[in-house]
């Protein structure tokens, strides 16, 4: 990313020097690169400041598109906020929202989305992978029910991009947004696939202004944040493997140590996870008592995104864990820079401040 941040500053939409063309070929890089990650073409990527803005553009682009067809999307209660505040706008303006329920697993009931799907029905939004638990919903059953019905299949891979193998043709996924710093790029930039066959997706666009990214989403190219993303999803591709078996054995480490523990527990399925995240119950102690007394350890009660609110996680919440527990909740996200030392650290500490705070 570097050099785009000083000798290599064009603007990747100047036509007419050579500054513009060597961003340009940047961004097609990076396209290309990001393409390849999900088994797409690059015109099947448009760019954007991260998930919410393309969550945004995906729903509100397909509710202002297809308003002929129905009025009717489906979503699940364990949706990250980017989804469940936007399909609230748009029940503002006259939507029919569904949102379907989880077990206490946190999947979904496939014969509840089955009996929701409607002639009316026009978006199916229903994420990859939980931000909070790491729980992995059967994406390509989900699809073959949504097109069953011709309706779009919207799918938030946000937390497992760059982690799992995800190839949107076999999956059939319609539209995919993605966040660089998930897999280790930057912040503030990130993508949404969007089918350009079997079936055709057209979004209707959210942003006016220079016709940018095919018309889909208007702005100047991030060229710099691009370019990272890139990389990133290149870098993602070579190790994922490694990475995931690697980091599993941490993630098993982990669980089995805290959980030799009185009173602790995992929230959310074991057997359909993300290898990196536990969401671990330590029945009792609230959560923000724990935290408090590790300052060293990066965890957290919840998403990143909701962790100023003070009300219980809405998954949890979802998956019929009461308030007490999920006050009682943290969530641990290991990477491929998490060493065997840090597990056999964090174990420790968290055994000492749960032993003190028991007595």
């Not at 097609?28 to 690169?33: G, I």
């Not at 509710?63 to 209660?77: A, L, M, R, S």
């Not at 409607?118 to 638990?133: G, Q």
Request: charged share 25%; with cysteine; aromatic share 6%.
């Amino acid at each position: 990313m570097l050099p785009y941040f000083s000798e290599k500053f064009g603007n990747a939409s100047s036509r007419t020097h050579s500054f513009g063309w060597i961003a340009e070929d940047a961004v097609k890089t990076a396209r290309l690169q990001v393409a390849n990650l999900v088994n797409c073409i690059e015109q099947e990527i448009v760019f954007t400041s991260g998930s919410t803005e393309a969550l945004n553009l995906a729903i509100k682009g397909v509710w202002e598109n297809y308003q002929t067809k129905g009025k009717h999307i489906i979503t699940v209660k364990t949706e990250h906020k980017a989804v469940l505040d936007t399909c609230k706008a748009l029940e503002r303006k006259g939507a029919d929202i569904t949102y379907l329920s989880v077990d206490r697993e946190g999947l979904i009931d496939l014969q509840e989305l089955k009996n929701a799907l409607s002639p009316d029905t026009i978006l199916v939004a229903v994420m990859y992978v939980n931000n909070e638990t790491g729980v992995i919903q059967p994406i390509k059953q989900i699809s073959d029910l949504v097109h069953s019905n011709k309706s779009i299949f919207l799918c938030d891979a946000t937390q497992a991009i760059g982690k799992i193998n995800i190839d949107v043709e076999e999956e059939r996924i319609d539209l995919m947004c993605i966040s660089a710093h998930k897999l280790y790029g930057p912040k503030g930039v990130g993508a949404l696939y969007v089918r350009r066959k079997d079936p055709r997706v057209t979004l209707f666009p959210q942003m006016d202004g220079g016709g940018h990214e095919r018309g889909i989403r208007s702005g100047t190219l991030n060229v710099t944040g691009i370019v990272g993303l890139g990389k990133a999803c290149e870098l993602a591709k070579q190790e994922m493997w490694e990475n995931s078996a690697r980091i599993s054995k941490l993630r098993t480490k982990l669980e089995q140590q805290l959980c030799s523990l009185e009173n602790v527990f995992i929230n959310g399925s074991t057997r359909h996870r993300l290898f990196n995240t536990a969401n671990i119950c330590f029945q009792g102690i609230p959560s923000e008592t724990i935290i408090n007394k590790i300052a060293t350890i990066a965890v957290a009660m919840g998403s990143a995104c909701t962790s100023t609110l003070s009300e219980p996680s809405h998954v949890l919440k979802a998956m019929a864990v009461n308030d007490e527990d999920s006050y009682s909740s943290i969530r641990f996200s290991l990477g491929k820079y998490t060493t065997d030392e840090e597990i056999n650290e964090v174990v420790e500490t968290f055994k000492k401040v749960i032993g003190e705070l028991r007595r």
